[in-house]
């Protein structure tokens, strides 16, 4: 298995920009987690998914953030419209139970 | 709240001489654990998990830890650091067992000096 597999790795844009973050999870796993790591904050969670089902999306900061998960193999997390205070590497993760997450590479996003 | 401590956010050792990595929980309940390691510029990978089955839990790449209820320490060691040890490892606490929201520690940078 080519594990989680996140795109872009790397994305730049321009603050006000719509940015659209991508993750195809392991197959079988049942759980999808969208992370943000920061020097500030660490490791957060955003928002995790059970079956295609957002379950808890406590941790999105605020509105201009989404996550959808409209297949088993494939989601997304937008930002729109994009912030400086944004930048920050995320990470998406899967996993077939309560246990180890397995996690992508990573995309870091820089907005300007 | 539940919270998840390590001790040291920068560690330096040796190559060949022992890794000692501290982790503190807070949990009131048996507690969920893991470290996770991540080398620069990749995602984490798991190290090892506590699942109550034993105290002593043995990982991959010569790393264990040691659950101490007593001391509510998960403290990660290795005997010999080897110079691909040098990464970030994070301690996680799950919240409760049968949840999959994980309290991420802040992380420790171990450095292997040649």
């Known amino acids: 298995d080519a594990g989680v597999i996140q795109s872009p790795r790397h994305e730049v844009t321009e603050m006000g920009q719509e940015v659209t973050l991508r993750c195809k999870p392991i197959?079988?796993?049942?759980?999808l987690f969208w992370y943000r790591q920061t020097m500030m904050r660490g490791l957060e969670l955003l928002i995790y998914?059970?079956?295609?089902?957002?379950?808890?999306d406590s941790g999105m900061p605020e509105d201009r953030f989404s996550a959808k998960m409209p297949n088993a193999s494939f989601s997304t997390l937008k930002i729109q419209p994009s912030e400086p205070r944004d930048s920050a590497v995320y990470f998406c993760?899967?996993?077939?139970?309560?246990?180890?997450?397995?996690f992508g590479p990573g995309t870091r996003l820089t907005v300007l | 709240a539940q919270s998840v401590t390590q001790l040291d956010s920068h560690v330096s050792v040796s190559e060949g001489t022992p890794v000692l990595l501290r982790c503190n929980y807070s949990?009131?309940?048996?507690?969920?654990l893991f470290w996770y390691v991540q080398h620069p510029n990749k995602g984490l990978q798991l190290l090892l998990k506590y699942t109550s089955a034993a105290t002593l839990v043995k990982g991959i790449n010569g790393f264990e830890a040691e659950f101490k209820k007593s001391e509510t320490s998960f403290h990660l060691t290795k005997p010999s650091a080897h110079m691909s040890d040098a990464a970030e490892y994070f301690c996680?606490?799950?919240?409760?067992?049968?949840?999959?929201?994980?309290?991420f520690g802040t992380g420790t940078r171990l450095k292997v000096l040649a």
């Open positions: 996680v606490d799950a919240l409760g067992s049968g949840t999959y929201k994980y309290i």
């Open positions: 998914f059970n079956n295609n089902v957002p379950i808890d």
């Open positions: 993760a899967s996993s077939p139970g309560f246990g180890e997450q397995f």
């Open positions: 197959s079988g796993h049942d759980y």
């Open positions: 949990s009131s309940y048996s507690p969920s």
